[in-house]
């Protein structure tokens, strides 16, 4: 069974920063695809960033500039840097990754969410 286990959400001001992690675990034989989603308050769940297994990344448009997301493949994780934030960020944050892992075929994982709040 493979878990992503998410970490770094708080609460900060406008114009603040937080850095988000998300590490999986598990029988685990190769990552792919990585990627952070939101959901807001009766909103539904938007794509923010993805990263691929070569590195190739996505954002949503609302955060590019802002926002960065990388991997560190070694140690299956994945990261979201935020600055700049602004109220309008405020959502739970999910990770999510598609993983092949022993004897499970590829598919896709979510972390259990964590809660972003931008105060202005």
């Known amino acids: 069974q493979v878990q992503l286990v998410e970490s770094g959400g708080g609460s900060v001001q406008r114009g603040g920063s937080l850095r988000l992690s998300c590490a999986a675990s598990g029988r685990i034989r190769s990552v792919y695809l990585m990627g952070w989603y939101r959901q807001a308050p009766g909103k539904e769940r938007e794509l923010v960033a993805t990263?691929?297994?070569?590195?190739?990344?996505n954002y949503a448009d609302s955060v590019k500039g802002r926002f960065t997301i990388s991997r560190d493949n070694a140690k299956n994780t994945v990261y979201l840097q935020m600055n700049s934030l602004t109220p309008d960020d405020t959502a739970v944050y999910y990770c999510t990754m598609y993983v092949s892992a022993t004897p499970t075929p590829i598919r896709s994982y979510w972390g259990q969410g964590t809660q972003v709040t931008v105060s202005s």
């Open positions: 990263i691929s297994q070569s590195g190739n990344i």
